[in-house]
């Protein structure tokens, strides 16, 4: 791997800059409503600046959110691989993407990616090459411990996950999903705990 000479360094650094205040702002008054502008003023650069190192606003959207999956997916191995029951773990992930789905004024960065097409392939390829082995060590877990049923096979426990996960998702794309939190927090408890609830007889 080369490494990076003192121009590249800076000119990295002003990027992260650039990402890490884009992330403030967008949390804070989501994605739409946040300008160029905004940005730069927040990051203390010039809109020019922004606009020479992404290009378009739709271009730093979509490093900003690339980077916070990234970001995302260090702390799930981390929960995964650290310690604590399978449960424990699985509350964490599920109740961590409850916290997510609250930022950014409502909008859901689910929706950013369904609508972008390059957005779509990178969060599939993430899945298939990152996530997936990851989820695989997770409920291997779990079946030791009696949580997952030790009849079922890791194709069938990952293709009822994906089932889930993309159910899910395509339900936040209609009318008021999105914007109804205690709707969203009961389909993840079910996510997390089936129809027979926390308070039943299976965990």
Do not use: C
């Not at 003192?6 to 008054?29: C, M, P, Q, T, V």
């Not at 939190?181 to 079910?190: A, C, D, Q, T, Y």
């Amino acid at each position: 791997m080369m490494k990076m000479d003192g121009f590249e360094r800076r000119k990295e650094r002003k990027k992260e800059s650039i990402r890490r205040a884009a992330l403030e702002l967008f949390r804070r008054y989501g994605f739409e409503k946040v300008s160029v502008r905004d940005i730069a003023q927040e990051a203390n650069v010039s809109p020019v600046t922004i606009y020479n190192h992404f290009g378009s606003k739709d271009n730093l959207v979509r490093e900003v959110i690339k980077n916070l999956l990234h970001t995302i997916l260090n702390k799930y191995r981390g929960t995964i691989r650290g310690e604590g029951t399978f449960r424990q773990k699985l509350e964490t992930i599920v109740f961590d993407k409850l916290k997510l789905m609250e930022q950014f004024q409502g909008e859901l960065v689910q929706a950013v990616i369904r609508s972008d097409p390059d957005m779509r392939v990178f969060i599939e390829s993430l899945w298939q090459n990152e996530i997936y082995p990851v989820m695989g060590d997770f409920f291997e877990q779990g079946r030791r411990e009696g949580y997952v049923d030790s009849g079922l096979s890791e194709r069938s426990i990952m293709a009822y996950y994906d089932i889930l996960r993309h159910g899910i998702f395509a339900y936040m794309g209609t009318d008021n999903a999105g914007q109804n939190g205690k709707l969203m927090r009961e389909l993840m408890s079910i996510f997390l705990y089936g129809l027979v609830g926390s308070s039943g007889s299976r965990l």
